[in-house]
Structures are given as C-alpha cells and as structure tokens.
C-alpha cells in the first residue's frame, strides 16, 4: 500500500485555485456584463443544482466503472474549456450556460479525491490522509483570492479566467500521475468512514457537502414527512430540517454577498482582499475547530457556532451599510470571517452528529437524503436571495437570512429535545 504512487494530491492546489477562482469572478463578471442580484442568484442557483446532480451522476460512474483518473481528466478538460469560453465572452447569456457547467464538472473532483485518499493509503492512515488534502485544498483556495486581488489591480475579471484555465491545465497534467490500486473503493464505503464525511462537509464551498452514496427515494423521506404532517418517527427528521434551513440561510448570505459589496462601490480587488482574509480566517479555524469541538462536544459546539454566524448576518444588514471607508471595510470583514467561523465549527460538528444519528446500515440512504436537503437549501437561498434582493433591499435581504437560521436553530433544539427523551425512555 505504501509504495501507490501519491503524486496525484498535487492535482488538489491548482484545481482549487481555478474552482475557487471561478466562484469568486462568475458573479464579478456578471456584474462587469451589467447583470445584477437577480442574474448573480439565477447563476448561483444553478451552478448549485447542476452540482447536486453531478455528485449523482459522478459517483454512477465511479461505482461502474472505477475511472478515477478518466473522470477527473474528462471534468479538468470541461473546467479548462469553460474558463477559455467565458474569456471570449461579451454578454450574459452564455453565462447561464457555463455557471452550471462549472458546477456539473468541478464537483467530480470531491468523490474522487476521496475514494483515491481510501485506496491509496491505510484505514489507520486515512484521517492524516484526508487533512493533507484539506490543507491543500485551503492552500489553493488562498493562491486564488490572492492571485485575484493582485490581477484585478491591473485587468478585469475576463483575463482571470485565463488564470483558471491555466490552473486546471496543470491540474489536469498532474492528474495524470494517477495508478491503478491494488482494491477499488466502492463510494458506498465513504458512508461508513467519518473521516470520509467530515472530510466532505469540512470545506467551505457548499457543493463539497453534496453525498449521494444511494439515491433516496420518497419512503427515504419518512422522518421528515412525518413531522410534517405533526408526528414524530424519528428525531433525526429535526436534524434534516435544520440542515435545510440552516444552507437556505447561509446561502442567501452567500449569493448576495459579492453583488452587496459591489453597490458599495468597492474594486474588484478589494472584493478578492476581503474573500483572501475570509479564507485566511477559514484556514485557521480548521486547526482549530476539532480542538473546540472536543472539548465542548459536538452537541454544544453545533449550537454555539449559530451566534457568529447569525452575528455576521446581522452585521452585513445594519452596520455595513452606514459606514464608509475603512470603517466599512472593517465591518465587512467582521461579518465575513464570523460566518466562516460559524460555518465550519456547524458543518465539523454537524457531520459527526449526522453520522452517529444514522442507524447501521442506513448509511447510504440517510447521507443521500441529508445531501438533498442540502441541495434544496441552496438553491431555495440562492434564488430567495434574487427575489427579496429585488423587491426590497440588501438590508431586508440579510435580515430575512437570520430568521431563516434561528429557525434552523430552533429545530436542531427540537432535535436535542427529542434525542434525549428517546435516550430516556430507552434507559
């Protein structure tokens, strides 16, 4: 086992610079073609669901036909044509085509990086394995928002993706250091290793959090339903309804967060500054998360880390707005790096709950139906955030954002109530 070659991990850098790059100049660019909150949020929703359904599609072709290296080679390919087609472009209308293409294509990289962690290396190795890739999945994240607030000084965002498209060129000639392994990892497998699904939940772009080792059906969706209709079947349906409300709020904030900081007025460069210090903020969480959430319990800290979050939220609604140079900068930061800390001490916590919560056995169907809440909560937050934006303002926009996640707040309450009365009535 330890002689598989691992040069591939160098594949993960380069390909987050693109992917991050990506995400960050698509909405920059959109504005620059003289688009607004309502293209921003109809791309956003997009690229999402295209995203929820390659995480589907990827992982069929994986189970079929273990074709890590062909899979990914196929999906930088598609990242490289899509950056050179939005480099040539003059209009919106393209982008509606290419926003979910990027979505579609960059997600495969997420299945594939874990199945090749699990094949390459140990079980006792794996929780080592997946940190590496994490920590170079920030590196990369941190090269592009630095690549980009130094380029936007002199260019716009068009020649960035000239920048994407050169990183997944290197990407895709690394990748090609990919071997064949000894055993093959069926994805159903990752379902049964935390360190599998924290490694899927610990990032902070929201279509790594998309899991689909089965396809859940509507009887997979008993829990939820029930609530619903008044009942209680299990109380793992709160912890469903949580997590969906919990990525419809975020995800509003998200969708209008880089159109807000543009009808402030502020550079192309300056937004790429401030989602470097974001991302800076989200690298020292990550050492630092696992520490906290030890010692206070995954419990406690999932309910603790809605207060920097819904904070952030607040302040994006009423202070950003009033204050103007680097008082607003300031602000601006403060709210940003709040919801990253929130946001990945709730998805580190929340996916050792998940998995504890999942009965054995069910693995498989409880990710898949989680995932599609997920899926759901983004999409409804993305094209929310349009709507709202539109018809009323940022600062009711952001307000809403916060009630969604209280919301989400209460029920994960309702989820604690219920699992202790079960524990209980069991003892």
């Not at 999932?302 to 950003?320: E, H, K, Q």
């Not at 916060?402 to 604690?416: G, K």
Request: charged share 10%; glycine share 8%; hydrophobic share 50%.
């Amino acid at each position: 086992m330890n002689s598989v070659n691992k040069k591939w991990i160098w594949f993960i850098p380069p390909i987050n610079i693109a992917a991050e790059g990506l995400h960050t100049a698509i909405p920059l660019f959109v504005i620059h073609l003289g688009g607004g909150i309502r293209e921003v949020s109809i791309m956003i929703a997009i690229h999402y669901g295209a995203a929820a359904l390659g995480s589907i599609l990827w992982g069929q072709v994986l189970d079929k036909y273990h074709a890590q290296k062909a899979v990914l080679m196929v999906s930088f390919l598609a990242i490289i044509a899509c950056c050179m087609w939005l480099y040539f472009t003059n209009s919106i209308g393209p982008v509606y085509v290419i926003s979910p293409l990027t979505g579609f294509f960059l997600t495969a990289r997420s299945p594939v990086t874990q199945m090749l962690v699990m094949e390459t290396s140990q079980n006792n190795q794996w929780s080592k394995f997946f940190a590496r890739t994490s920590i170079l999945s920030t590196f990369g994240s941190l090269g592009a928002m630095l690549i980009g607030s130094v380029w936007s000084l002199y260019f716009d965002s068009r020649q960035y993706f000239a920048i994407c498209a050169l990183s997944a060129g290197v990407a895709l000639v690394i990748s090609t250091q990919i071997s064949k392994t000894h055993f093959h990892i069926e994805r159903h497998a990752i379902a049964h290793s935390i360190h599998g699904i924290q490694h899927s939940f610990g990032h902070f772009r929201i279509q790594h959090h998309f899991v689909f080792p089965k396809i859940p059906n509507i009887h997979d969706y008993k829990h939820i339903i029930s609530i619903l209709k008044g009942k209680i079947s299990h109380e793992i349906g709160f912890l469903f309804l949580a997590n969906l409300l919990f990525y419809f709020g975020s995800n509003i904030y998200f969708t209008a967060l880089t159109p807000f900081l543009k009808s402030l007025h502020l550079s192309d460069s300056v937004v790429f500054t401030l989602y470097l210090i974001q991302t800076g903020a989200m690298a020292a969480i990550f050492f630092v998360a696992p520490k906290l959430i030890s010692k206070a319990g995954e419990e406690k800290s999932t309910f603790l880390s809605y207060l920097p979050r819904i904070l952030g939220v607040l302040i994006a609604a009423f202070l950003i707005t009033i204050f103007s140079g680097y008082v607003l900068l300031s602000f601006a930061i403060l709210s940003m790096c709040l919801m990253v800390v929130g946001f990945s001490i709730f998805t580190t916590a929340n996916s050792v709950i998940l998995f504890k919560a999942i009965p054995k056995g069910f693995e498989g169907t409880y990710l898949g139906v989680n995932s599609s809440m997920v899926g759901l909560g983004v999409f409804g937050g993305a094209l929310t955030t349009g709507f709202v934006a539109v018809t009323f303002n940022y600062t009711v926009t952001f307000a809403i954002a916060s009630i969604v996640l209280f919301a989400s707040l209460i029920l994960f309450r309702f989820y604690l109530h219920h699992r202790v009365s079960e524990k209980n009535i069991d003892q």
